[in-house]
């Protein structure tokens, strides 16, 4: 058996992005004892920038071991008792998720749908409430599945004027747009390291209010999974250091060095970012004559998730192969009743840079071109380079888009 040598990839797809080198020379330094004084003052910085993250005062912030749907069992699964009634909004393949995970903890579950490729509005949300009592509203913030950003302040509002709680599945939206969770006054929220973070799977970043806890607390059965109690969980991240699990101490440093590169670069300059790489894809996009699923208006969807039509006569597969085989270029593929139907671009955290977007661009239309989609050539890299110079951030030269390391920045 050979030494274990990946091959190189640009991951552009709905997640995992490419991890951040600062990330990553983090996570190669000495590994420390879980509860050696100088890895607690690691856990307690990891707990002061996920406050920062989510734009929260909560006393709980921290992360779950584990990838983002063991944040999103743990907050369900602690919150939840069999017999409670819990409501989901669902439009697409991570509300069906919700459904699944509230529905294995005994709950009854009421799932509010709408179409693929649709927010939800509050008012469906409201008359459900009105019917019965409701412990758990769950929502999805950024479904990516169908590229779609969920508005949370007026589901917040209809939730809490009817007794229950939100959770918000934030595991995508996490450090590429904002997330204000004391300002949207949602109960819990969960994230991913993998996707606007860039750093790799394996932590999940959660935070609740009060309210969320007080409902933890006062449960009268035992959680049914000992990993996954956040009760206990909280007690570990807290100050008290309850021996619960073994910390997975190089992604500890890895997810802190990816939250520190979020302040670093600041919220604002950060959304920016992620916003102008994905409207140039867009236009890119279009500049190659393919069609963008869904009707939602731009802020009502994902900036870093961009969802393609698949052109008729064209295999969708054998595109994603050749990206990968011919450039080294990862895109996704679609779930459910979209399987086949559309390509996910994603360009999230360190993924997020203009020589990814026009790469990727010229790379697809070569290979749709072997497919007999015709457009003009290198249309598709023209639209791109004509947004960013619209937006001032065309480049003098190809060298001054690069990074130190030759990636890409701008």
């Excluded at 409701?134 to 169908?146: C, N, R, W």
């Excluded at 302040?153 to 934030?170: P, W």
């Excluded at 989609?373 to 791109?384: E, K, T």
């Amino acid at each position: 058996m050979r030494e274990l040598l990946p091959g190189p990839r640009i991951l552009l797809g709905p997640g995992p992005s490419m991890a951040d080198p600062r990330v990553l020379r983090a996570m190669s330094t000495p590994l420390l004892g879980q509860f050696d004084p100088e890895f607690t003052a690691i856990m307690n910085d990891v707990t002061e920038l996920t406050r920062f993250a989510f734009e929260t005062g909560n006393e709980r912030a921290f992360p779950v071991s584990g990838a983002g749907r063991a944040a999103l069992e743990a907050a369900i699964t602690s919150i939840v008792e069999p017999g409670d009634r819990v409501v989901v909004g669902e439009c697409g393949r991570f509300g069906l998720l919700l459904i699944e995970i509230a529905e294995r903890c005994g709950a009854v579950v009421s799932a509010v749908r709408g179409s693929w490729g649709s927010v939800l509005e509050p008012d469906p949300i409201a008359a459900e409430l009105r019917r019965a009592p409701t412990k758990l509203v769950a929502v999805v913030h950024g479904e990516t599945s169908t590229g779609v950003l969920q508005p949370l302040d007026a589901i917040a509002r209809v939730a809490h004027e009817h007794g229950a709680l939100l959770m918000a599945d934030c595991v995508v939206t996490l450090g590429g747009c904002e997330v204000a969770v004391d300002r949207w006054d949602v109960d819990v929220a969960v994230a991913g390291a993998q996707k606007c973070l860039s750093c790799p799977s394996g932590l999940s970043p959660i935070t609740y209010n009060a309210r969320a806890e007080d409902a933890i607390r006062r449960r009268t059965r035992k959680v049914v999974s000992n990993y996954l109690d956040l009760a206990q969980l909280a007690d570990y991240w807290s100050p008290a250091r309850f021996n619960h699990h073994t910390a997975p101490t190089a992604m500890v440093y890895g997810l802190r060095e990816a939250l520190r590169a979020f302040q670093d670069e600041g919220r604002a300059a950060r959304f920016a970012r992620h916003r102008g790489h994905g409207d140039a894809l867009r236009a890119g996009v279009r500049g190659l004559g393919l069609a963008l699923f869904g009707k939602e208006p731009p802020e009502r969807r994902l900036a870093f998730l961009t969802p393609v039509v698949v052109p008729d006569g064209v295999d969708e597969l054998r595109v994603r192969r050749r990206l990968i085989e011919d450039f080294g270029i990862e895109i996704g593929a679609a779930f459910g009743q979209l399987q086949g139907r559309i390509w996910r671009i994603g360009t999230m955290g360190y993924s997020a840079s203009r020589r990814n977007v026009l790469l990727c661009l010229a790379a697809l239309e070569h290979v749709l071109r072997d497919e007999g989609f015709r457009s003009q050539p290198g249309a598709g890299v023209a639209a791109a380079r004509a947004h960013y110079q619209s937006a001032g951030v065309e480049p003098a030269s190809v060298e001054d888009s690069l990074g130190a390391d030759g990636i890409g920045r701008v």
